[in-house]
């Protein structure tokens, strides 16, 4: 296959080759644009290489941390290593879209061994704020950003996780790097007109050829770049645990802290079978000028001691207790502290045991 007047097919027409344009696609897509702009950019003698990595889902792009990120960026670094190796003596460009963008600019800041010489993006999804000037090559500035006035995507990609930016909808607005604005949405840079039109004098010669005078920026653009939707997510998750901790849905109304005409249905019902032997109350933690109540529920039909203690010193209390629980008492239903005129603490307790069949009195400790 013939580039302009190199014949690409061989060791020596590759060997005089001197510019190649590696091409990285981003996610959601198998890179078929590249094989279209393979043909357009050839026809103008620019020799291209199409990075492809397979398809990249939305869950893996967004999941947070790097593992899912630096696989692809491992699988693009050794495509373009082969590139080099297949075009020995070439300078490369590179041309990347939307989370090839992230992968073309992370690779190139890490890892000193590749080269550059001309840097496009479109659709990018960098941080405003990523070190260009930074990239560990000496690329030829400056690094074009083609951004597109109706692209969502970038912001989205701001909004909704870690890790990535809205360059590609709002500009780097760096020194060394021209932001280009067109009137189109994420996908319409990868069109042969396009190509043809903006990125091939730029390749070739370093013209950049102007765009639209950028306008106001979007309402949703604004929108998602001030309220983020990953903190609005991790605030609703919040909000759902402390519902479920203070609702406790798994419970029984039994079991559950409740208001006062709550408390009073769940007790009507539950004393058809169940006793009360203990009843608590509370300031509610929504709102304190309201009361909530629990209930200690026994079967009417159980067969129960109980042991009661008012007045224990707290050691007194502890050693008591080590020895009920030891007796088969279950831990205490009720345990109260208060201190006295003389400034010492007691305690206030109150114990259950539940009779076995082969039990005919309540064990030592109970009254």
Known sequence: ???????????????????????VHGIRDFGEWEDALDRELGKSGIVTV??????FDAFRFLFPGSWFR?????????RVREA????????????????????????????????AHRIVFCGSVLPADFPIAQLRCNFSAPVLNDIGTKDYWP???????????????TGFGQPN?????????HPGFLKARFAKTFWVPFFKSGEVIPGIVPTEVRYLVRLLYVVH?????????????????????????????LGGNEYQECFDSAKVDLSPIVVEGRRSWLNPSLNEFRAKWVPKTARLCFAA??????????????????QGYEPPLSVRSFVDAGNTELVQAVWLYRMKEEDQVCPPGSG
């Open 1 to 23: 296959m013939a580039i302009g007047m190199i014949d690409v097919s061989s060791v020596e027409g590759r060997a005089k080759v001197d510019h190649v344009v590696i091409m």
């Open 84 to 115: 080099q190796a297949l075009y020995p003596n070439a300078q490369y460009s590179y041309l990347a879209h939307s989370f090839g963008t992230y992968v073309v600019g992370k690779m190139l800041l890490e890892d000193p061994s590749f080269r």
């Open 177 to 185: 790097v021209k932001d280009r604005y067109h009137d189109h949405g």
């Open 70 to 78: 630096n696989a692809v960026i491992r699988k693009v670094a050794q």
């Open 309 to 326: 203690r008012s007045v224990l010193s707290r050691a007194n209390y502890a050693k008591l207790n080590g020895n009920l629980v030891d």
């Open 155 to 169: 912001v989205l990609a701001l909004s909704s996780t870690w890790g990535y930016g809205s360059a590609g909808g």
């Open 50 to 55: 199409g990075i492809k990595y397979g398809y």
């Open 229 to 257: 939707l990953k903190y609005a997510a991790l605030c609703a998750l919040v909000l759902l645990a402390s519902f479920w901790v203070w609702q406790r849905p798994d419970l029984s109304c039994t079991e559950k802290w």
